[in-house]
C-alpha cells in the first residue's frame, strides 16, 4: 500500500485534540519522574549522589518489572483508563514526596534522619504509576496513526519527552529559584518541585476525562486498517496471555529490547549525572561554562530531544521506508564517538557540554523512533501496550542500572564515567544490525 496516507481535516483536527493534551500529561509525568535529581542538588547530605543512585534505582526498576503486569493490563482495558490510572497515582506519589522532604527538612537543628527508606519507597510507588504513561499513550496512538504516519509521530513523540524534559529540569530549577528570591532557602522549599507536578497533573486527570478516546469510532470518524502486525486480525479484546506469548516470541521486539536496555544506560547515565558533575564543579567555584550549561540544561535537553526526534522520524519514513532500525543505528554510531569524546574533555564545562548535547539528540531520537514507533509497528493495535512495556521496560533496566553503577563509580573517579557508557554504544550498534531490514509482518486475511 504505496503513497502517501489521506485523512479529512476533520479527522486531524480531532487526532490532535486527542494526541496534543495526551502529549502534555505525558510530559507532566516526566516533570514528576526527574524532579528528584533536581531534588538531589539541593538536599546535601540528605541525598548524596549514592543514595540518589539507589532512590533512582529502585524507582526505574519498579518501573521496568510494573511494565510486564501494566502493558497486556492496558492492552486489555484500552489506552485512556491506563493514562488516568497512571496520571492520577504518579500525582498522589508527588504529593507524598513533597509533604515526606517537607517534613525531613524542617526537623530542628541537629535532629538528622536518613531518607532513602522512605523516600525509596515512595519514589518506587510513583515509578509504578508512571509505567501507565508510555504504553498508554502507544496504545491510544496505535489506533489513531497508520505505519507510514508514524516515524513523523515519533517525532512528536520525542517533543513530549523533551518538553517533560525541561519542566523537569528548567521549571522545577525556576520553582527553586523562586523560592530563594522570596525569603526562603531552596532546600526549604524543594517540596515544591514535587507539588507542581502533582498539581498540573491533576488537572490534566480531569481535562482526559473529557477529552480522550482510545480509537476514532469513539470520536465519530470511522476506524481504518493501520497495516501494522495486527493487520488483517478481527477487531476484539485478544486475551493477556495471548499478547504475552505474541509479543515475547517476536525475535525482533527482543532485539529491540536489548537495545533499549542500552539506550536506558546512556539515555540516563548522561542526562542525569551531567547536571549533577555540573553542579560539583560550581560548588567548587569553576563557573566556566558550567553555569550556562547547568541553568538552561532542561532547555538544551528540550531542543536536544526535539531536532533528534523530529529528524530519526522523518528520515525512517523518507528515507528507510518507514523502517526504524538503520536510523536508530547511525544514531548510536554517533554516540559512540561523542562519549569517546567525553573523556579528554570532562572537566571542560563548554565541550562536555556541546558533546553531552549531541548525545542527547542521538539518545533521545533513538527512544522515540524505538520504543515510540517500533512497538506500535511490530506488536500491532492489540499488543502495542505490552510491546512498549517490554521494550520500555528493558530501558528501565537499564536506567537502575546505571544508576547505581554511576552513583557508585562516581564517588571516588568521574573518569569511570563515560569510560562506562562507550560499552553500551558499541552494542546497540551490533544488536540494530541484526534487524536492519525488519518490517512488520500483516496477516492478509482474518
Not at 510494573?66 to 492496558?74: H, M, R, S, V
Not at 517525532?155 to 525541561?166: A, D, E, K, R, Y
Not at 538552561?296 to 523530529?310: C, D, E, P, S
Not at 515510540?372 to 521494550?391: C, E, N, Q, S, Y
Request: charged share 15%; aromatic share 14%; glycine share 12%.
Amino acid at each position: 500500500m504505496g503513497g502517501a496516507i489521506q485523512h479529512s481535516q476533520a479527522f486531524r483536527i480531532r487526532r490532535f485534540v486527542n494526541w496534543f493534551p495526551l502529549g502534555l500529561s505525558y510530559a507532566l509525568l516526566y516533570m514528576g519522574r526527574y524532579n528528584l535529581t533536581v531534588s538531589q542538588t539541593v538536599l546535601g547530605n540528605l541525598m548524596p549522589k549514592d543514595a540518589f543512585g539507589t532512590i533512582f534505582g529502585v524507582g526505574a526498576w519498579m518501573y521496568a518489572i510494573a511494565f510486564l503486569l501494566n502493558g497486556p493490563i492496558t492492552d486489555r482495558i484500552g489506552g485512556k483508563r491506563g493514562v488516568l490510572i497512571g496520571v492520577f497515582g504518579a500525582a498522589i506519589a508527588n504529593l507524598l514526596m513533597g509533604l515526606y522532604i517537607r517534613y525531613a527538612v524542617s526537623l530542628p537543628e541537629g535532629v538528622t534522619i536518613s531518607i532513602v527508606p522512605v523516600f525509596t519507597i515512595l519514589y518506587a510507588l510513583n515509578m509504578y504509576f508512571q509505567s501507565y504513561g508510555a504504553v498508554a499513550i502507544v496504545k491510544v496512538n496505535a489506533h489513531w496513526f497508520h505505519v507510514k504516519e508514524r516515524g513523523t509521530f515519533s517525532g512528536i513523540f520525542g517533543i513530549m519527552i523533551s518538553t517533560g524534559l525541561f519542566l523537569a529540569f528548567d521549571v522545577s530549577e525556576k520553582i527553586l529559584r523562586m523560592v530563594h528570591e522570596s525569603g526562603g532557602t531552596a532546600s526549604n522549599g524543594v517540596w515544591w518541585v514535587f507539588f507542581a507536578p502533582a498539581i498540573l497533573l491533576l488537572t490534566f486527570f480531569v481535562i482526559e476525562i473529557f477529552l480522550l478516546k482510545d480509537k476514532p469510532s469513539q470520536a465519530g470518524f470511522e476506524d481504518f486498517d493501520t497495516q501494522d502486525a495486527s493487520s488483517g486480525e478481527a477487531d476484539t479484546s485478544p486475551k493477556i496471555f495471548d499478547i504475552l506469548k505474541k509479543v515475547l516470541t517476536n525475535k525482533i521486539i527482543l532485539i529491540i529490547a536489548l537495545t533499549e536496555f542500552c539506550t536506558g544506560v546512556l539515555r540516563n547515565g548522561v542526562m542525569h549525572w551531567f547536571k549533577i558533575f555540573a553542579k560539583e564543579h560550581i560548588k567548587a567555584g569553576d563557573m566556566a561554562g558550567w553555569q550556562f550549561v547547568n541553568d538552561n540544561w532542561g532547555l538544551m535537553l528540550m531542543i536536544a530531544g526535539i531536532t533528534g526526534g523530529m529528524i530519526a522520524g522523518v528520515v525512517s519514513d523518507k528515507l528507510f521506508g518507514s523502517r526504524r532500525p538503520p536510523v536508530a543505528a547511525i544514531l548510536y554510531g554517533l554516540m559512540f564517538f561523542a562519549v569517546l569524546l567525553m573523556i579528554p574533555y570532562l572537566q571542560n564545562g563548554w565541550v562536555l557540554g556541546a558533546l553531552v548535547f549531541v548525545i542527547s539528540i542521538c539518545v533521545i531520537g533513538t527512544h522515540g523512533v524505538l520504543s515510540g514507533t517500533a512497538t506500535m509497528d511490530f506488536g500491532g493495535r492489540k499488543g502495542a501496550a505490552t510491546a512498549v512495556g517490554i521494550i520500555d521496560g528493558f530501558v528501565y533496566l537499564g536506567t537502575g542500572f546505571q544508576s547505581l553503577s554511576i552513583g557508585f563509580i562516581t564517588m571516588r573517579n568521574w573518569l569511570f564515567w563515560p569510560v562506562f557508557l562507550i560499552p553500551f554504544t558499541l552494542l546497540g550498534i551490533f544488536l540494530l544490525s541484526r534487524i536492519w531490514n525488519a518490517t512488520p509482518i500483516k496477516k492478509t486475511s482474518n
